[in-house]
C-alpha cells in the first residue's frame, strides 16, 4: 500500500478483555516496530521485527502482549487480559531494514495508530 | 543505555523566526544514526531529517537543519522561517550499533505564534 496501515484507528475495551491490533506495513518493507504512546509521553518500543522473526522484543512490558508477523506483510499485537495503564496510542512503523546508511533506507514510516481505550 | 534527552518540554516562537529545539545523547556505539519526527496534533509520525555519525557535514532538508556536535553528543534540530503549521511535537530520535529499533526522547512542544 501507500502507507502504512493500522486498524481499528480507535478501540475500547473493558478491563480483562484481550484485544487484537494490526498493522500493515509498506511493501517491501522488511522490518516492522510496534511502539506504544501514552498520554503527553514519548515513543516507547516494544517490539521489531525483520521479516517473519522478532530479533528485539526487550520492550514489551509483560506476558500479556505478544506480537506476531506472517509472510513479512502483516503484523498483529496482541494484548491479553487488558488493563487500564495499558490504555495509550499504539503505533506500528515500517522500514526497509537493510541498515545501509542514508536517509531512505534508515528512517522509519509510522502509521496513523491505534488508540486502546481500557475501562 | 540508550538515552535521548529532550530538555525543553515546550518552546514558544514568533512567525518567520528561527527557533532551535535541544537533543542530548548517552552512546558508547562506535556508529549511530540520529532522526528528527514531527507529530501533530493529528497523531501522525513525519520523518524530518536524519544525520548518520560518520556523516562530514551536518543534515539539512528544506527549512530543517541538523546542528550535530559529536563530541558534545548533541543532535540539535533548527528551523528556519517558523510556519504557523510548525507547530506540533518534535521528537529526536537514535538508532545505534546492532539494534534497529529508535529510542526517543520525550519530545518538545513548539507553538509558532502569529
Known amino acids: 500500500g501507500a502507507g502504512v496501515s493500522q486498524s481499528p484507528s480507535n478501540k475500547v475495551t473493558e478491563k480483562g478483555k484481550d484485544v487484537e491490533l494490526r498493522c500493515d506495513p509498506i511493501s517491501g518493507h522488511t522490518a516492522l516496530y510496534w511502539y506504544r504512546q501514552r498520554l503527553g509521553q514519548g515513543l516507547e518500543f516494544l517490539i521489531y521485527?525483520?521479516?517473519?522473526?522478532?530479533?528485539?522484543k526487550s520492550g514489551l512490558p509483560s506476558d500479556r502482549f505478544s506480537a506476531e508477523r506472517t509472510g513479512e506483510s502483516v503484523s498483529t499485537l496482541t494484548i491479553q487480559r487488558t488493563q487500564q495503564e495499558d490504555s495509550a496510542v499504539y503505533l506500528c512503523?515500517?522500514?526497509f531494514g537493510q541498515g545501509v546508511g542514508g536517509s531512505d533506507n534508515e528512517k522509519l514510516f509510522f502509521g496513523s495508530g491505534t488508540q486502546l481505550s481500557v475501562l | 543505555a540508550q538515552k535521548i534527552t529532550q530538555t525543553q518540554p515546550g518552546m514558544f516562537v514568533q512567525e518567520k523566526e528561527a527557533v532551535t529545539l535541544d537533543c542530548t545523547y548517552d552512546?558508547?556505539?562506535?556508529?549511530?544514526?540520529l532522526f528528527w519526527y514531527k507529530q501533530p496534533s493529528s497523531g501522525e509520525m513525519i520523518f524530518l531529517i536524519y544525520?548518520?555519525?560518520?556523516?562530514?557535514q551536518n543534515a539539512t532538508e528544506g527549512r530543517y537543519s541538523l546542528n550535530f556536535q559529536k563530541a558534545r553528543k548533541s543532535a540539535n534540530l533548527v528551523i528556519s522561517a517558523s510556519q504557523l503549521g510548525d507547530s506540533a511535537m518534535y521528537f529526536c530520535a537514535k538508532r545505534g550499533t546492532g539494534r534497529r529499533a529508535l529510542t526517543f526522547g520525550s519530545g518538545t512542544r513548539l507553538q509558532v505564534q502569529p
Open positions: 552512546t558508547s556505539d562506535p556508529s549511530y544514526g
Open positions: 521485527f525483520q521479516g517473519n522473526s522478532a530479533p528485539d
Open positions: 512503523a515500517s522500514s
Open positions: 544525520q548518520g555519525s560518520y556523516d562530514q
